[in-house]
Nanobody
C-alpha cells in the first residue's frame, strides 16, 4: 500500500517562502512524482513534476522561477521549495506518485497515488 504524507504547509506573508515535504511509505526510486494544488472553488491543477531518476523537472507557467521540486530517494521524500509566494498560491497542495515506474513525465491523469494535502495560505 502506497501512502504519501505531506507536511510543511502554513501561513506566510506574500514574498515569503515555504518548503513542502511529501514522505512515502515505500521507495520512490522508480517513480515520477508530482505536486498539485487546489484553491477554493477551482479545479485541481498541476504545479510541478520530477522524473523517476530526478533528472527532469517541469513546472506550471505560474510557478516557473519561483518553485523548485526535488527528490531524495534515500529518504523516500519529495520536496517543493516555494519562494516569492503570492496570494494566488493559496491552496491545498497535494503530492502524487506516478502509477507506472521509470517514466520522466507521465500524463497528469496517471498520477494515481495521492497524499491528503497540506494547506498553504499566503496573506497579501
Amino acid at each position: 500500500q502506497v501512502q504519501l504524507v505531506e507536511s510543511g504547509g502554513g501561513l506566510v506573508q506574500a514574498g515569503g517562502s515555504l518548503r513542502l515535504s511529501c514522505t512515502a511509505s515505500v521507495t520512490l526510486r522508480l517513480h515520477a512524482m508530482g505536486w498539485f494544488r487546489q484553491a477554493p472553488g477551482k479545479d485541481r491543477e498541476f504545479v510541478a513534476g520530477i522524473s523517476w531518476n530526478g533528472e527532469t523537472t517541469r513546472y506550471a507557467d505560474s510557478v516557473k522561477g519561483r518553485f523548485t521540486i526535488s527528490k531524495d530517494n534515500a529518504k523516500n521524500t519529495v520536496y517543493l521549495q516555494m519562494n516569492s509566494l503570492k496570494h494566488e498560491d493559496t491552496a491545498v497542495y497535494y503530492c502524487a506518485r506516478d502509477g507506472r515506474p521509470l517514466r520522466a513525465a507521465p500524463p497528469l491523469q496517471e498520477y494515481n497515488y495521492w497524499g491528503q494535502g497540506t494547506q498553504v495560505t499566503v496573506s497579501s
